[in-house]
């Protein structure tokens, strides 16, 4: 069984860019959520997808944007950057939502500069 | 929405014990543990459902007060491997549609 794969582990962005990263979700997990830690916080939830759709959004702005493609994999991608988005970006998967524990990815830190 | 998670930082010696309480204002349908160790990912541990379960995995058990909307983490015998920080997590929902929300952390510090 395959766990969660995020690319790129690290990654360094100036302020106005655009980021895309990407995770793979565990086999059988059709559920993804997207999560933004500062460094000694909890993550906070950005949002989450389930069979390609949009399913519940955490108080990011809309320059915050996602996919699920059809094997469940998903995108983040996040436009005009500002220094506070650095931060590591954590991808979880699930089995549909309220029915298991989320196996969370090694995560991409983003550092904007 | 946030729960609340006490204390929020505890140093242990090798085989006493802890309890790590997580609180919420709103009612629950579930409650997550997780822990994460410095620079990796969180790692799930278990997931307690309203009933008023309690679970266990190896020296670290749950129960979930569904009245009181709060669950305790126990970590009995602790060992050099509990170290790390530990998160709850919340859904007041089963409809899907509704996030798994997490405290801010516990750190636990074991030492020898």
């Known amino acids: 069984e395959t766990g969660v794969t995020q690319s790129p582990t690290h990654l360094i962005k100036t302020r106005g860019q655009q980021v895309t990263l990407r995770c793979s979700s565990q086999?059988?997990?059709?559920?993804v959520s997207w999560y933004q830690q500062a460094l000694g916080q909890g993550p906070q939830f950005i949002f989450q997808?389930?069979?390609?759709?949009?399913?519940g959004r955490g108080n990011f702005p809309p320059r915050f944007s996602g996919l699920q493609f059809p094997n469940y994999s998903s995108e983040l991608n996040v436009n005009a950057l500002e220094l506070d988005d650095s931060a590591l970006y954590l991808c979880a998967s699930s089995p549909r939502q309220g029915r298991g524990g989320y196996t969370f990815g090694s995560g991409t830190r983003l550092t904007v500069v | 929405q946030q729960p609340v998670q006490s204390p929020q930082a505890v140093i242990l010696r090798e085989g006493e014990d802890a309890v790590i309480n997580c609180s919420s204002s709103?009612?629950?349908?579930?409650v997550h543990w997780y822990r994460q160790k410095h620079g990796e990912a969180p790692v799930f541990l278990m997931i307690l459902l309203k009933g008023g379960e309690q679970k266990g995995h190896e020296k670290i058990s749950a129960s979930f007060n569904e009245k009181k909307q709060q669950s305790s983490l126990y970590l009995t015998a602790s060992q050099l491997s509990y170290s790390g920080t530990y998160f709850c997590g919340t859904e007041i929902s089963f409809s899907g549609n509704t996030p798994l929300v997490f405290g801010k952390g516990t750190r636990l510090s074991v030492i020898a």
């Open positions: 997808y389930y069979r390609e759709e949009e399913n």
């Open positions: 709103k009612a629950l349908y579930s």
């Open positions: 086999s059988g997990h059709n559920t």
